[in-house]
């Protein structure tokens, strides 16, 4: 049979849905892929049609129900009465006609939120929704979700509006959560949204710049000049990119208030120059050092000062600029980056190792490791990742045969467990740490060898690909974990293993795929596609056996439902899941 639905607010609602997810997921994964986006859409009817649900969800099985959302309107009432926006009166009718207009959604958007956060307070995740659009009667608001623990991984400011009044971004990844639910609700106002195989033009990089030039609107805001609004990233990346006499710009500049109490000027300027000429900034920006930055509020450069006394970071009216080589350039706060920019293209600062992950995956690699050792290793790496460029450590259960394989190209030492003081002395100059599991280190500056394989990265650098040449080579002698700190502190690691699962989950699944194919009712294409998008995320646990089941019983259910379907049906095309040859039984918690 055709595929019908229920809770019916337009026809291509379904694939705007599936489009929307898709999206949302490459674009996140290019920011932190322990984010894992979520969208769901919510319908409210707005006019007067008969025969249609005053509630619609898309997909009917996001994890709330039509009850959910039965009192929505009137608690959009109630927060429409008590919004400190309805003090305001506007002398001109238009302007007071979209300002109660605009009270109006934001109480509709802020009573959908709040009634999805009372059902999910338990729940390890953070709900946000577009303004509504309306659709064909209903109003339409797109649900994003992400997980709050990765999401309070990183920095972020506490202070969401300026003036008190206007919102303004805490972080780079709220300013990309707004252009995607902004771009997505645009996207509701093209006839049958979602006929399209592509739900957008727009690249997710071209999104993600939108994203730091809404971010520095945050920044230019802290120095109270209105006047300074908008120019400040593109003056950034304008002078970042200009070079001095041949030399690249490297120096800071301060975004604060004019006369901030914790600033003290040590040069002044008798005539301000406007930040947007840029090559008279470039050209100032050789006066500054680390200790003396260029001094503004986003319009104008004032001089010459420094940070002086205690700046308490609850203010959050001090921001720092640092252009740290040609068309790079990074924004913190409190000594804290928060956004990178490279040729134009922002990033988050690198993520930090997080200390489960390195607990979880030293455990595996070293059968019978000491929590000691561990501890041990995780403040080694912590100091390593201090450090102002980058290095590498090789844990090796072979470290002492390693040291000495490798003694024509590493500097070998009496055996001595590595403390902070050595990790800093051993990471001032170039190559690779090698220690054993119990932390002794055995060789410094060692240039580690191995053969290229498939596996190299072309856009990484030579550290990076170092480390995988060698452990590809050396992984089957010896249980060996690399850890890479890059000159930004990002750490990679290697191997970086999968997650540890039931083997059961995987059984289970298994088992009600085939269950599904033999019943005896009309199967569900949206339970059919539910079942492979597990399968397809878990795909890497998948033995070979596993992987023809599945792809058989995957040809033989889109044949029934195609014999059912009268009217015809759309379907995704898959391609055959295929075993992965890195998997074994450790991934599993389970051994049967």
Known sequence: MAYIIDQFMWGYQQFFQISLQHYAERLFEKIDPYLKPRIFLVGVLCKDLKNRHQICLEPEDCGYSQADFAKVNELASQLEVVDAETRIRHSHPVAQENHDRSIKLNARRDAIVKTIERDSQYDDILTYSSYPVEKDGYLVFIIMQIKKLAYESHYRLTKDKFNDRYNISTSLINSIIYEFLNLSSSELYVPDSGASMQFTKREGDELIRAAGKNFMYSIASKGNNIEGLHGLYEACNIISSLKYEGEEGVGGLIVAPKDHQNIKMTLILDTPIAISEYRKVRKFLELSDPIHYLISDSCYIFGLGQIVEHYNPIMEDLMVVRFTKHYHWEVSHADTCMMRVAYNQPHLPGTKLRREKLYSDVARIFSGIKKTDIDNLWTVINEAMKQKHGTMIVVSSGAEEEAKRLR???????????????????TSIDGSIIMSPDGVCHAIGAILDGIATAKGDSSRGARYNSAIRYYESSKNKYACFIIIVSEDGMVDIMPNLMPQIKR?????????????????????IKTFNQMMEWLEQHKFYLSSEQCEQINKLRLDIEKIIERQSHSGFIRIVRNDLKPNPEMNDSYFVDKN
């Open 408 to 426: 024509n190209q590493s500097f070998n030492i009496v055996p001595e467990k590595l403390d902070m003081a050595l990790v800093v002395k051993a």
């Open 504 to 524: 059961s989950s995987i059984n289970e699944m298994i088992e009600k795929l085939n269950a599904f194919s033999q019943s005896k009712e009309e199967l569900s």
